[in-house]
């Protein structure tokens, strides 16, 4: 009798162990998960970032996301989530197309009338935002690895955005000097923006012009003055002062550029920094902020892994960027399979919004995080991301790790808030953070949002790059 119950159980034990073994593959196959909480949270702050400190001879800026400089004007954040995506996608496109047309590095005569696009500074989604000092006057700019000339809005301004500081008053300024346009600093915005300097009239001053990808310029003339970044003075820093500005700035007073050419802050600091930067760039939730470090001395981050470094990858023709060779891509502990892999060198860039990657190394990245996260309802597309999820009925979900390889196995796991972009604040449009370039020859792009509670660190002396896990917090 007892025999006969045994075997009467004996499919039910191995329906049940085969159940076991079913969730135990799964597990062991796509156990590297990361939880995201739902629904998104948007800020509900100020512009303004005025925190600094200094710390073991690093200089510690607070960093913030340029839609604090919203505020609480945002009528429709699900309105401005898309818009972004369609300027991103704009920007993008500009500096394919001008990388394609390249033959050789060329620099362009600006006439009052024409503002052409730019070599050097095409990428300016411009997201984040700290707080300096021009001449003891407090400015909010953008902080931008894709830029070199640093500029603020000026008096008297021919035609300004309006921003919530009040503009520059060089006048008020003992210090403030005008460039001369036969200096070597005027001569050095050729290679810095791919623009010549323009000569202008009693005084004969160098006058400027940056344009963007979208649209948004500036031009005004090249200057000196002191700048502070937090208690630490930087004297006769070479910058620009905008007198004819338009675009997406937000309420910012202008931008900080710390991209590789003689005039950018990275450059300029060398004598107090040795070229060395770092940032830890925060989420856009309420309250969040991070840092800019200028300084290499790793013992003020707050990372919760060691540093992983890779050389930077020299590129003659966009020799102002940071660029490194992506070797490998995981997605859930599952290595994607791609030949593109370690063929091409990717742009890092801090204002680019959405990451870019080669058309078939998206496609193995889609069909793999497709595959792991099956068990949620899809959403239609929106406008280069792909991969949607409706989320709305969820209060959390597991999500698959991203982590990306680098030459010198170098490794960046994007951090949860880097993995999915809402659409719509109610989660019912969630899609994969990335998207594919048009055609296999253009440059990827590892943009801010996979950067984000990341320690991304700059040794521009070394020609390395480096990153670590953080939780960004000003503390």
């Given amino acids: 009798m007892l025999l006969m119950k045994g ?155 309006s921003q919530k500081e009040p503009l520059f008053n060089p006048t008020a300024s003992p210090s403030y000097r005008t460039v001369p346009c036969n200096s070597s600093e005027c001569q050095s915005l050729a290679f810095a923006t791919g623009n010549t300097g323009i000569c202008g009239e009693n005084p004969p001053t160098c006058n400027y012009v940056v344009s963007y990808g979208d649209g948004s310029y500036t031009r005004g003339e090249l200057a000196h003055d002191q700048l502070n970044l937090g208690k630490t003075p930087v004297d006769n820093f070479i910058f620009g002062c905008g007198r004819n500005n338009n675009g997406l700035f937000g309420g910012t007073s202008g931008l900080l550029g710390l991209g590789r050419s003689s005039i950018s802050l990275v450059s300029q ?114 406008s280069i991301l792909e991969t949607c999820f409706n989320l709305s009925a969820y209060q959390e979900v597991d999500v698959p790790t991203i982590k990306l390889q680098f030459e010198g196995n170098a490794e960046m796991k994007v951090d949860i808030i880097g993995v999915f972009y809402f659409v719509k604040t109610d989660a019912s449009q969630v899609c994969l953070a990335l998207a594919s370039l048009s055609f296999e020859d253009e440059i990827g792009i590892i943009a801010n949002y996979q950067q984000r509670n990341q320690r991304v660190i700059y040794d521009t002396k070394g020609s390395k790059l480096g990153f670590a896990q953080e939780s960004c917090s000003f503390t």
């Fill in 7 to 161: 075997m009467a159980l004996l499919p039910f034990m191995l329906s049940l162990l085969v159940l076991l073994l079913h969730y135990h593959n799964e597990v062991h196959c796509y156990g590297d998960k990361q939880l995201l909480h739902l629904p998104w949270d948007t800020v509900d702050s100020t512009c303004l970032s005025h925190k600094s400190r200094q710390e073991k001879g690093a200089t510690i800026l607070e960093m913030k996301h340029q839609d604090y400089c919203y505020g609480g004007g945002v009528k429709d954040w699900n309105k401005l989530l898309q818009k972004r995506l369609i300027l991103d996608d704009l920007r993008v496109q500009s500096l394919q197309a001008r990388i394609k047309n390249m033959a050789s590095t060329q620099t362009h005569d600006v006439s009052d009338d024409r503002l052409p696009l730019t070599s050097g500074v095409e990428l300016g989604t411009l997201n984040y935002i700290v707080t300096v000092e021009i001449a003891s006057r407090k400015m909010t700019v953008i902080v931008d690895t894709g830029s070199d000339l640093t500029w603020v809005q000026c008096q008297p301004c021919k035609s300004c955005y």
């Fill in 269 to 382: 600091t060398k004598a107090i920094f040795g070229g060395f930067f770092s940032y830890c760039l925060p989420s856009t939730q309420s309250g969040a902020s991070g840092s800019l470090v200028l300084g290499g001395n790793s013992s003020v981050y707050n990372t919760s892994s060691p540093i992983s470094y890779t050389r930077m990858i020299p590129n003659p023709k966009l020799s102002t960027f940071y660029f490194l060779n992506l070797t490998g891509i995981s997605v859930g502990g599952v290595t994607l399979q791609d030949s593109s892999f370690g063929k091409s060198s990717m742009l890092i860039d801090s204002g680019t919004v959405i990451t870019r990657l080669p058309p078939t190394m998206y496609k193995a990245l889609k069909a793999e995080f497709q595959k792991q996260f099956s068990g949620f309802p899809t959403a239609p597309a929106f």
